[in-house]
Nanobody, 119 residues
Framework: QVQLVESGGGLVQAGGSLRLSCAAS????????MCWFRQAPGTTPDLVAT???????VTATSVKGRFTISRDNAKNTVYLQMNSLRPEDTALYYC?????????????WGQGTQVTVSS
């Protein structure tokens, strides 16, 4: 089992910055990759950024150059640095982990943290 707790969301003006954190606990040695998703009201979740256990990262085109995913292994925490925020970045941001248990991989989710960008 993996537990994920997000923090760092809030209200910010357009052009501002926020850093989201996702602290992992439990069977963290089994985590293969971690992602940030976001979901605005009335829409389906969008994948924002991914970081693998090997440190490779992928960022969605819509946030490339503005958002950066990183991790601190000592703190078991993944971050999403968000710069040059836009009103369209407003959403509930979720942390996701894909972890191996036995012969299968399982998805784990945090509770989400709200990001609101005012124009």
């Amino acid at each position: 089992q993996v537990q994920l707790v997000e923090s760092g969301g809030g209200l910010v003006q357009a052009g501002g910055s926020l850093r989201l954190s996702c602290a992992a606990s439990g069977s963290i040695f089994s985590i293969r990759r971690m992602c940030w998703f976001r979901q605005a009201p009335g829409t389906t979740p969008d994948l924002v950024a991914t970081i693998t256990s090997g440190g490779s990262t992928v960022t969605a085109t819509s946030v490339k150059g503005r958002f950066t995913i990183s991790r601190d292994n000592a703190k078991n925490t993944v971050y999403l640095q968000m710069n040059s925020l836009r009103p369209e970045d407003t959403a509930l941001y979720y942390c996701n982990a894909l972890a191996n248990r036995g012969a299968r991989d399982y998805d784990y989710w945090g509770q989400g943290t709200q990001v609101t960008v005012s124009s």
